[in-house]
């Protein structure tokens, strides 16, 4: 998962802060440092560790602070919107201002460009009905415009492709065919290289001048680290660049490229891929990153996966309980049974406020057991306990974990996993207010 280490870190630095009154320049030090070590750590550069934290602590030691929130909690908050500033503030959608609008992919060798053209057409077709034409031309990489071809009738898009020619050629005679058939979004898949060479960027500029593209996105593996940052600046230095697409997004524990990028190249990330699968691929929300970070969750994109499988009426409620902070152990297993068919339970169980520590030893082929025993033991709890879980005592425990076939252990886990969860929730709803 990325930036997980990056959350772990942080929030132990948090910890120092609860049960001090207020926040001082000597209870600050120390947590100031945690947090600079947490970056560095992380693989954040240097330039944007120093200016971060130079803000963070400006901000906790000054007037910018919720006499509504703890000290712990205020610093959260300021982390919170500092991390914000640094990803990006807003969510950066796609230009679609010519017809047909052009998005011109870029990329080195293995970055998963060729994949990324095609998540992309897919998810633009599907979310918001874009006719999307896809074009083959890498007329480098041996075996390109086969894979290309595969992926485009995966994804149920039609694609140009030529057995022959110059790229340029080719991008000249997609463009007529995508205007005679009535297509609304060309996206081309350029070459690439192992590295940045001259003949790969004059090649980059010639076809970029000939289709005159509203978008040009860089794919860039996160598990490169900093070096996203180097590439990004390189790329831009010849072309257009208007986006990233970061790969590998879900295998990056760490993620101080992306969290450096648009600080240092004004680039921002417009998607991530998030898996192997055609449809792993999502818009970067900073807001929504910086709460996974803060390991507060992710609830909006929880619910809007949540839409595809419940009811609009549904959706609302369970997203109200958990924003209020209201939510039963009922909502936990009502919640915990929608996003077992959305799709890999660890990786949805993240994107609760304090679920990345239910995901611990959890493995993906044995989740629908894990669930079964999580059914079983709030299904074993009275409607009072379930409630209020808060109530339940060492007898009832023993009771619990007896009619589910578990241990005391387990339903200590639960119990405590639940309240993680509540606290979490708290706190996120306080410093949304």
Do not use: C, W
């Not at 009072?384 to 619990?400: F, G, H, M, N, V």
């Amino acid at each position: 998962m990325a930036f997980e280490n990056l959350t772990d870190r942080l929030s132990r630095s948090f910890k120092n802060l609860v049960g001090q009154g207020k926040l001082t320049e000597t209870n600050m030090k120390d947590m100031i440092q945690e947090v600079r070590f947490a970056l560095i750590e992380a693989d954040v550069h240097p330039e944007v560790v120093s200016d971060f934290i130079d803000k963070v602590q400006e901000k906790a030691l000054g007037q910018e602070v919720m006499t509504s929130l703890k000290p712990s909690e205020q610093v959260v908050k300021i982390v919170n919107d500092e991390l914000i500033e640094l990803l990006g503030q807003t969510q950066e959608n796609l230009n679609f201002k010519s017809n047909p609008s052009v998005v011109m992919m870029v990329g080195l060798q293995g970055s998963g460009k060729t994949t990324s053209s095609a998540k992309i057409a897919k998810y633009i077709t599907v979310k918001q009905n874009r006719n999307v034409l896809l074009v083959a031309a890498d007329m480098q990489r041996l075996a390109a415009v086969e894979q290309l071809t595969i992926l485009a009738k995966q994804v149920n898009v039609q694609i140009y492709s030529q057995e022959h020619g110059q790229p340029t050629e080719v991008v000249k005679n997609a463009m007529e065919y995508a205007k005679t058939n009535g297509f609304d979004t060309v996206i081309i898949d350029t070459a690439g290289r192992l590295s940045i060479d001259e003949t790969l960027m004059q090649e980059l500029a010639a076809i970029e001048s000939i289709v005159k593209p509203d978008e040009i996105l860089l794919t860039v593996d996160a598990m490169v680290g900093q070096d996203i940052v180097s590439v990004s600046r390189q790329f831009k230095e010849r072309v257009s660049l208007t986006g990233l697409v970061v790969t590998k997004y879900d295998g990056d524990s760490r993620g101080g490229g992306i969290l450096s990028v648009r600080k240092i190249t004004n680039v921002p990330v417009k998607f991530v891929g998030t898996g192997e699968k055609l449809e792993d691929i999502e818009l970067f929300y900073p807001d929504r990153v910086a709460s996974r970070i803060l390991g507060m969750g992710d609830i909006l994109s929880l619910i809007e996966q949540a839409e595809a499988k419940m009811d609009q009426e549904a959706s609302e409620k369970a997203a109200q309980r958990f924003m209020d902070g209201t939510f039963t152990m009922d909502d936990l297993l009502t919640s915990l049974q929608q996003v077992n068919r959305m799709g890999p339970l660890s990786g949805l169980l993240k994107l609760l406020p304090g679920g990345s520590k239910m995901t611990e030893g959890l493995d993906d082929e044995k989740s629908a057991e894990s669930l079964k025993k999580t059914r079983a033991m709030i299904q074993s709890m009275t409607k009072k306990e379930r409630e209020k879980p808060s109530l339940i005592r060492a007898s009832q425990k023993r009771r619990i974990a007896q009619g589910a076939g578990v241990t005391t252990t387990d339903v200590n886990r639960l119990l405590n996993q639940y309240d993680k969860m509540k606290d979490s929730m708290r706190i996120f709803s306080r410093m949304m207010k």
